[in-house]
């Protein structure tokens, strides 16, 4: 049955809704904004003294495997130098280049160690870790290219200010009180603790080449290069029940050609580790770490 | 194309839109050249299948009036026999066969049938119930054929309904295609509630308890006792989110067009006992077996044995519905089982009681139902006992606990939902969103998008029951 229609009150009940909505959204995101800005500890107050203040000389860039095997403290103590490890869970290339792009707008390191994951170039990044790090986009070097990677709608998407604190908003709040957390103990590098979670069977993965993460790879060597960076590329040990040839021969071509020093730890090449000092396939434990550090440091920063 | 991406929240606009400015000679056409999109944006090569059950069963429909007698049987039993071939082949042929190749081998016959590499068309299940319960229903005289093609595609494609139901009936919705729709104020204002409800819960419960839920599944023999129990509780909630979310998402998205989908979900966890469950969860389909297996095969007539027989039989083909897998039998049975034990050892319910009075039968239920979810979950049945044998031997284990905040956020958002089917059951209603004042209703609106842009997972996952 046909109703008459008052579509003038149609419009200004939607109009009213909207401006509602975007006047919270706005509200919200300027108080999530100074919460932000004054964390006492936790990944947010980490992460903004690591981008955005300490001056590092080397920095380590990669994803959890970076983040847990390169251990920070000793290279610091043999080569005397101020070491960060950027690494986090679940990030890929795409995050290690918005990090060194935003990076040297404020501190040139002298070296970088790219740590490469096995599986990288497999598929395009996902932009898993860059999406915990919104808060913080208006500081960051990153573009609408950027973030088309992770989703055609995400440069819209970050323009909702709660969307930047989409489910953190409950930790950056916990994270604003409490104790004030010294910053001389952040260098990234988290060790872990245990051994022994060694999948049983061998992981097949398809080892296709995706043309998206590579162009970050080839970015990143790019930026090095312009900004007389040392980069160091590695693909760190991981348990070789699984392998994964065709990365690293990518890798391996490319740092040929561009005459960027390679280290591939895969298949016990440079140095074997035991069973015992892996937490996972992928990741080192703390012993794991260590060794591979010390290796490293005699094998590439000495 | 997925509920919960922008791209269908694109799509949404623009052919509502279209809609009400198309005029209504043209409406079905805009419908279906929409669906189609709608449905090509998953494996557009499918379309093809749809296409094939939709010409058959247009024929068929508009013969089964013009036949007589035996020759009547013969055209519906070839209608159903087309729509449950495409069924079997797709869905079924590699369980049967990989079943038959155990029997083989366990009686040491040297053949092996070898299995086809196909993928599951989206939806099929869904579609091809509707599309059979509409020559059933032109067979038995209670819908007149539906001469016109498009809109008679329109019926089986229908995008809101497409994929994953509500499985609707010709009675209920071929009419409404042919009927002019007017933009209506109130039914924009509902659909649009009730799709912001649905999507509430499927972003903000469903896929953030399918982390905890896929996690510990997968990995259940590393997991104690108590985080497999809380994670099968998870997983209850996040099934009922994502299917009921699902089903809210797509009645309202037809309702701002004008079209009154059925009710598929109606508030099942505080169902008094397994029948009263089935008359609240996933309502078209439980229907829909009821009018045309249970009913059919003699229903409640009968003896005892006849009675559980039929009970059973409605039950174990529910089960092999929803997936070609033994736990799917099993959960399906589960449910007979219980359902038949009801029946028989417990009094029927007389009226409506007070909840107080109603909560140990409602506590009963939920646990049975949790318990036959393990079972529709595993992979396999040995995953499902393992998980109930670790869930017996570990129950005062220490609880994994992804982090606190996950889990209050988890527990909150439980909280809401169910609090919202009690307020429903109980008509308790507070009346937020469908307040009188229009201040209280915007209010309310606005909150719920904040809670869904600051808690929500958007990953774009998909609904669990688009593989069925």
């Given at each position: 049955m046909k109703v008459k229609v008052k579509y003038n009150n149609i419009i200004i009940k939607l109009i009213i809704c909207l401006l509602l909505l975007l006047s919270t959204d706005y509200l919200l995101g300027k108080m999530a904004d100074y919460c932000i800005q004054h964390q006492k500890s936790g990944d947010y107050f980490e992460f903004e003294y690591k981008v955005f203040h300490a001056q590092p000389d080397i920095a380590i860039l990669g994803s959890s495997r970076a983040n847990h095997h390169y251990n920070t403290l000793l290279i610091d103590k043999e080569l005397q130098k101020k070491v960060i490890n950027y690494g986090v869970d679940g990030s890929d290339i795409l995050y290690d280049y918005i990090i060194l792009k935003t990076l040297i707008k404020h501190q040139v390191p002298q070296i970088v160690i790219l740590d490469v994951r096995p599986f990288e170039f497999e598929e395009k990044p996902s932009g898993q870790a860059v999406t915990y790090i919104f808060p913080f986009i208006k500081k960051l070097d990153i573009t609408k290219s950027d973030l088309d990677i992770i989703s055609p709608y995400e440069y819209i998407k970050v323009k909702l200010n709660t969307y930047r604190y989409n489910n953190i908003i409950l930790s950056v709040l916990a994270n604003m009180r409490g104790k004030q957390e010294s910053t001389a103990s952040i260098s990234g590098y988290v060790p872990l603790p245990s051994?022994?979670?060694?999948?049983?069977k061998d992981k097949v993965r398809f080892e296709k080449v995706n043309t998206a993460s590579f162009h970050y790879f080839e970015a990143i060597a790019n930026l090095c290069k312009q900004n007389n960076i040392n980069l160091k590329v590695c693909i760190s040990p991981y348990y070789n029940t699984i392998t994964y040839n065709k990365a690293a021969l990518l890798v391996k071509e490319f740092c040929n050609q561009k005459d960027i020093p390679f280290y591939d730890y895969s298949n016990s090449n440079f140095l074997v580790l035991n069973k015992s000092e892996f937490k996972d396939n992928l990741h080192l434990n703390a012993t794991g770490a260590d060794r591979f550090t010390n290796d490293f440091i005699i094998r590439a920063l000495k | 194309m997925l509920f919960n991406s922008v791209d269908f929240f694109i799509f949404y606009i623009i052919v509502s839109f279209l809609y009400f400015v198309s005029p209504h000679r043209f409406r079905w056409l805009l419908l279906l050249i929409a669906s189609c999109y709608f449905y090509m944006y998953f494996v557009p090569i499918y379309i093809v299948i749809l296409a094939v059950t939709i010409v058959i069963d247009y024929f068929a429909g508009i013969y089964l009036t013009k036949l007589q007698g035996n020759k009547r049987k013969w055209l519906l039993f070839l209608s159903i026999f087309a729509n449950l071939g495409i069924l079997i082949t797709f869905k079924y042929y590699n369980f049967f066969v990989g079943n038959l190749n155990h029997l083989f081998a366990a009686g040491s016959f040297n053949y092996q049938f070898s299995f086809l590499s196909i993928l599951l068309p989206i939806g099929l299940s869904f579609h091809t119930f509707q599309a059979m319960s509409y020559t059933i229903e032109v067979y038995r005289g209670n819908q007149q054929p539906e001469k016109h093609f498009g809109i008679y595609a329109l019926y089986v494609m229908f995008y809101p309904q497409l994929v994953a139901g509500p499985i609707e009936r010709p009675q209920h919705m071929l009419h409404q295609f042919h009927e002019k729709k007017y933009f209506n104020q109130q039914n924009l204002s509902e659909g649009l509630k009730l799709m912001l409800w649905g999507y509430f819960k499927k972003v903000v419960v469903a896929d953030r308890l399918a982390v905890y839920v896929g996690t510990t599944f997968e990995n259940y023999i590393n997991q104690t006792g108590s985080t497999l129990m809380l994670s099968v509780f998870f997983f209850t909630i996040q099934i009922y989110c994502d299917f009921s979310g699902y089903s809210d998402i797509a009645i309202g998205s037809a309702k701002t067009m004008g079209f009154d989908l059925m009710t598929?979900?109606?508030?099942?966890?505080?169902?008094?006992?397994i029948n009263d469950f089935w008359r609240r969860w996933h309502i078209s389909l439980s229907t829909w077996f009821r009018d045309y297996v249970y009913i059919p095969l003699g229903g409640n007539k009968g003896s005892a044995l006849k009675r559980f027989r039929n009970r059973m039989a409605v039950f174990l083909l529910s089960g092999l519905w929803h997936g070609a897998n033994w736990t799917f039998i099993i959960w399906g049975l589960l449910h007979g089982l219980f359902s038949g034990a009801q029946k028989t050892f417990s009094p029927a319910t007389k009226g409506r009681q007070s909840f107080i009075r109603n909560l140990p039968s409602i506590l009963f239920t939920f646990f049975i139902v949790s318990f036959t979810w393990i079972f529709f979950r595993s992979t396999s049945i040995k995953q499902a006992l393992g998980m109930i044998k670790k869930i017996g031997n570990g129950i005062t284990d220490p609880v994994f606990i992804k982090t606190p905040t996950w889990m209050f956020i988890s527990l909150l958002s439980i909280g809401v939902v169910m609090t919202n089917d009690f307020l429903a059951e109980y008509s308790l209603s507070i009346r937020l969103l469908h307040n009188k004042l229009f201040v209280v209703r915007c209010a309310a609106t606005v909150l719920l998008i904040i809670i869904i842009l600051l808690f929500g997972i958007f990953n774009t996952s998909s609904f669990i029951y688009f593989q069925f």
């Open positions: 051994s022994g979670n060694i999948f049983k | 598929n979900f109606r508030q099942p966890y505080l169902a008094v006992n």
